[in-house]
Each structure stands twice: as C-alpha cells, then as structure tokens.
C-alpha cells in the first residue's frame, strides 16, 4: 500500500477545465478524508508519519489546489498560474467540491488545516450532503457579520475583542520566494512551533519527515489513472510571492464582515465536527477555535498543551489517534478536552 513517502502524484481534470494534482492513500474502500494543507504549502509538506497512521484503516486523498505546487503546470506562465488562485475561501470551496465531482465521490470525509480549514468550512456549507464529517484544524470561523455589541449578540462564545495574531508570525512565514530551505524551515519552525529546545526539536523531526519523500522514493506504476509524471520528484519548495498573496487576500476577506463567509452560518453545519489546536497557535488564535467549537452544534474541541500552529506535526501520532477515533465514531461525549 502507498505511503506518503511512495504514492505517486495524479491528475485529473475537473468541469471546469482545471487540472488538480492528487494523491490516493490507504484502502480502496471506504468513504475517503480529503485533506487540505496550510498556507503557501502543497501536499508535500503533510507530515508523512501523521498521514501514514490515517491511511493505515482509511482512504485519505491530498491535493493541491489549482496554481499551488503540484497543480502549478511548468508549460503555463507563471502569471497564468497565480490567476488560478482564487481571492475567497468560497473560490477555495468550489474547486474541492470540483474535485469530489471529477474523482466521482457520492460521500467524503473533510480536514483543514489552517487556510485550509477556512476552505473546507465553506465546502461543507455549500454542499452539506456530500460530507459526512468534518475535522478543522488549527483554524477559524470568519468575521462576525454584525456588531457583538448588537442586541441578541451575547452568549454566542466568542472571545471579544478578538485577539489578533502577531504580526511577525505570518511575516516570516511569508517571507522570502519560496525556493531557499533554510527560510522555509526558519518560518514554519518560528510561526509553528513552540519557542523552546523541545519546540525546535520537533521541527526539525518533522522536516526530517518530510524530506524522506524523494524521487528516488515514489513508485512509479504502469496503472493509467490520472496519468502521473514519471520523472516526478517532490516540490519542498513554498507558493511563490506572487500567488501567495492571493492567498493572503482570500484570508483577508475572510476577515470582512459577509454574512455569506462562515460565522454567521456555522449553526447551518450539522455534521460530526472536530475542531484541534495547539494551545498557542501564532497564526490564528486559539480562542477561535472556541468560537467554532461554541458555534457549531455538533462539534468537539481538543486542544494540544505547549504547542502552536503546528501540533499537528509535534503531536503526529496523538493527533492521527484522535482524527481516527473521531471518523470511527469512538470520541464519545467528550465536547472538550485540554
């Protein structure tokens, strides 16, 4: 069975004339969790061990979006790549949802993680009857629509004023044009890590991880689905300046009150929902996990102690155990737990 290490990247095309890369782990069948990776990543930064333990007893689907990373197509301008990036997190949504349709999926399993979990909130809402659950990871609603000074707008759990994340943060993890290592690891490991020796620690085991996908690692097979690339190779490399702005500004919309984004629609999902994070995520606060957790009907939250943003590659094996037991229905009535 292919691994994160070994599965070999796909292609198809969607109704609307995109080509989305993908990757099929784990058995054949079941109802598979489509997974979606953070801002200015592809799915070559999914920490193998996380990925691998997931994909033992389930199918998992990675992409990458459409001008991201494996989607980027090298014949193109890049110019004509970056316009592929759509400036909301509904554009986001609609290309998953695309995604499903092409791969001929009746029912999914969703999981976001950061940016992507924005996403993947907007893909459920849009098309509530093909997700079965939904995993948001380190991630949050959108801006209220309406003043929570307004009448009726109290009880509703949210952390007001709401904190905003420090702006080095997602400087360093913006900095730089993508390709040079050593800046990609020094924004991940600042933003998504604990500032300590056992934070660094497990930044540097995760891009260990990570690294052990190379081109001499991913099987090659004559099997003609999606076509794959036969001199296919990882990309370790991060979304150029250009595109990822594009990213920032889906974000920033998605910071503008609009009651058509998720906050004022999350009673809408009525879906199993898991909501993770670390106790102190720089990126996007950890009180708006709270917020979804308060907002959704349905949903659980845990929150990881003395990590960040990136708990989930510091506590891979945790994690996976409670995603797993989560889509297997055994989390139980838990509802919070630190």
């Known amino acids: 069975m292919a691994t994160q290490t070994t599965a070999r990247t796909l292609y198809i095309t969607?109704?609307?004339?995109?080509?989305?890369?993908?990757?099929?782990?784990?058995?054949?069948?079941?109802?598979?969790?489509?997974?979606?990776?953070h801002y200015r990543a592809n799915m070559d930064f999914w920490d193998p061990l996380l990925i691998d333990i997931l994909a033992a007893t389930r199918p998992v689907i990675l992409f990458d979006q459409p001008g991201i990373g494996h989607s980027r197509n090298s014949n193109r301008p890049p110019e004509t790549n970056d316009q592929e990036v759509p400036l909301t997190f509904q554009g986001w949504a609609n290309n998953v949802l695309a995604l499903i349709d092409a791969l001929e999926l009746k029912k999914v399993d969703l999981f976001g993680f950061s940016m992507g979990g924005c996403a993947m909130q907007m893909a459920a809402l849009t098309r509530p009857g093909v997700v079965r659950k939904l995993i948001l990871a380190g991630t949050g609603p959108s801006a209220p629509s309406t003043s929570l000074n307004a009448a009726g707008s109290e009880g509703r759990g949210i952390v007001w004023p709401r904190e905003r994340p420090p702006e080095?943060?997602?400087a360093v993890l913006s900095a730089g044009d993508g390709t040079t290592a050593s800046e990609i690891e020094q924004g991940i490991t600042a933003s998504f890590f604990p500032d300590s020796e056992t934070g660094r620690a497990a930044a540097r085991a995760y891009f260990e991880r990570i690294y052990s996908r190379s081109r001499d690692t991913i099987t090659h097979?004559?099997?003609s689905e999606g076509g794959g690339d036969k001199e296919e190779g990882p990309i370790h490399t991060f979304l150029p300046p250009s595109p990822s702005t594009r990213q920032r500004q889906a974000y920033a919309h998605w910071s503008s009150p609009n009651p058509h984004n998720s906050f004022d629609r999350l009673g809408e999902l009525t879906i199993p929902v898991l909501v993770l994070n670390g106790d102190?995520?720089?990126?996007?606060?950890t009180s708006r996990s709270w917020e979804l957790m308060k907002g959704i009907g349905d949903a659980e939250l845990i929150v990881y102690s003395r990590a960040g943003?990136?708990?989930l590659w510091q506590y891979a094996r945790r994690v996976a155990g409670d995603v797993g037991r989560f889509l297997d229905g055994g989390l139980g009535e838990e509802g919070v737990r630190l």
């Open 309 to 311: 943003h990136g708990f």
């Open 280 to 285: 102190a995520d720089l990126l996007i606060p």
């Open 14 to 37: 969607t109704q609307t004339g995109q080509t989305i890369a993908y990757r099929r782990l784990g058995p054949a069948h079941g109802i598979p969790l489509l997974m979606h990776i």
């Open 168 to 170: 080095h943060a997602i």
């Open 221 to 223: 097979s004559s099997d």
